[in-house]
């Protein structure tokens, strides 16, 4: 069983290896591979609306953040990012987070979510997404500079969460 809870600024130390890994892929997100610790704590715990972390046998394993995905008259719509601890893949732990995210998202008081950048190519996500009830409304052609494969898509997908 893994538990999810808000993220602390001092959680950042268990966090920062997990995205450091993720990042250094160069393969699911757009970060630099090279992204100092600084950064990352800048872009996962500065940036974001709300932190969280996933914990297993009082172990940080994944994370996610939520913000706005844009300003002002866009601001209804969420954006959220993930990433789990590369040992703890196909344990559930993505759903479980996207599930709270969903769920925190409506808290917060957002009428949707938008995945901006998923790799086409990370298709284990991309059927995560799909099962969480997110559509891929839009491609953007070689969008992504894969660290080893060159230009690959991107999708856009979306979810409504209006009542």
């Avoid at 969280?52 to 046998?57: C, D, L, Q, T």
């Avoid at 790799?119 to 284990?124: E, K, L």
Wanted: proline fraction near 3%; include cysteine; charge should be neutral.
């Amino acid at each position: 069983m893994v538990e999810i809870r808000r993220a602390t600024n001092l959680d950042f130390d268990e966090i920062w290896p997990i995205l450091h890994d993720a990042f250094s892929k160069g393969d699911t997100y757009s970060f630099l591979p090279d992204t100092s610790k600084e950064e990352g704590f800048h872009i996962w715990m500065e940036i974001p609306l709300a932190t969280y972390v996933a914990i297993k046998n009082q172990q940080i394993v994944g994370t996610y953040f939520i913000k706005p995905n844009q300003p002002g008259l866009g601001s209804h719509i969420c954006n959220a990012g993930y990433v789990i601890n590369s040992k703890f893949r196909g344990e559930g732990i993505g759903r479980a987070l996207c599930e709270h995210s969903l769920q925190e998202a409506v808290k917060f008081g957002f009428k949707g979510m938008q995945y901006n950048f998923v790799v086409s190519t990370n298709r284990v996500a991309v059927k995560l997404w799909e099962k969480c009830g997110f559509n891929i409304v839009g491609t953007l052609q070689n969008a992504f500079n894969y660290k080893d494969k060159g230009f690959v898509d991107v999708y856009v997908m979306y979810q409504w969460l209006g009542r």
